[in-house]
């Protein structure tokens, strides 16, 4: 499952999404965040979803690659999924005990798993066509009028874009962690949910002890570079809008008229 998380990765490719500007990827990405948090009828996704079909096909990267992402949050959908269906009040679909399902809880379920699975496809999406680089100079692009108010724009759009690309390697190192355990007799598979969940703490210490590690030699490596912020920075590769760029926003446009289309009409 650890390996199933595609957040923070980035597939190489040399597509139209992949030149994009990191700028435009990621305001892009925000109106899509935006947008399914709008949606309040089940025909307001169908523009969403045409059009992340549609970026997916064009940007090179497998389809099944992208959903395996939803795998890691599949725990995560169910629980939510249940609390929907049990805790909503409505007509009565079932019960079970002391439990109550009912049709309108069954219904916004399947709304909110919708909702959840489309928001990690949209945030996966943006991390598998941009290289972390180009999504730091990205964000710090974005946030430079807030320099103006002295806010450390580059220190901050450095943490997010480091936080982003140490996911996997975070990941990774949690499955070894788990394979050494398990050699040494740790059951992970077994057992009551409780009990796995304890399995699970001799796994937190060496994991944390990793990871600041790997922190503590970034930041020897990053001064070894005399690295010291925005401070005479300067860029090799400097962020141009093209006509791609254009094309993409108003296509966003288009998606944002179709979407207010079908909550409007309410078919």
């Not at 040399?14 to 949606?39: E, G, Q, Y």
């Not at 059009?51 to 939510?80: C, D, E, N, W, Y």
């Not at 399902?101 to 909110?112: D, P, R, V």
């Not at 590769?237 to 079908?262: N, P």
């Amino acid at each position: 499952m650890l390996k199933d998380i595609t957040l923070g990765q980035y597939y190489k490719g040399d597509s139209a999404v992949h030149k994009l500007d990191p700028r435009t990827k990621i305001l892009i990405t925000i109106a899509l965040l935006v947008s399914l948090f709008m949606i309040k009828s089940w025909w307001g996704f169908l523009p969403v979803v045409l059009f992340l079909l549609a970026t997916i096909f064009l940007s090179g990267v497998p389809f099944l690659f992208v959903v395996k992402g939803l795998k890691a949050i599949a725990v995560l959908v169910m629980i939510t999924g249940l609390f929907n269906v049990f805790l909503t009040d409505g007509t009565v679909w079932f019960k079970f005990y002391f439990l109550t399902a009912t049709y309108e809880g069954l219904s916004l379920a399947g709304f909110m798993v919708v909702r959840i699975c489309l928001l990690i496809v949209v945030t996966s999406l943006l991390t598998l066509t941009t290289t972390p680089i180009m999504l730091t100079d990205g964000i710090e692009s974005l946030l430079k009028p807030l320099k103006k108010i002295k806010v450390p724009v580059h220190e901050f759009a450095m943490m997010m874009t480091i936080a982003l690309r140490f996911i996997p390697t975070i990941m990774e190192e949690t499955d070894k962690i788990m394979k050494a355990q398990s050699a040494r007799g740790a059951d992970f598979e077994t057992g009551s949910l409780l009990k796995r969940a304890k399995a699970l703490i001799p796994i937190l210490i060496p994991l944390f002890i990793s990871a600041f590690r790997r922190a503590d030699e970034l930041a020897v490596a990053m001064e070894c570079r005399c690295y010291h912020g925005d401070t005479n920075r300067t860029k090799m590769k400097q962020l141009h809008y093209t006509w791609l760029d254009c094309l993409a926003l108003l296509l966003v446009l288009v998606l944002f008229a179709f979407q207010f289309i079908a909550e409007g009409i309410k078919i």
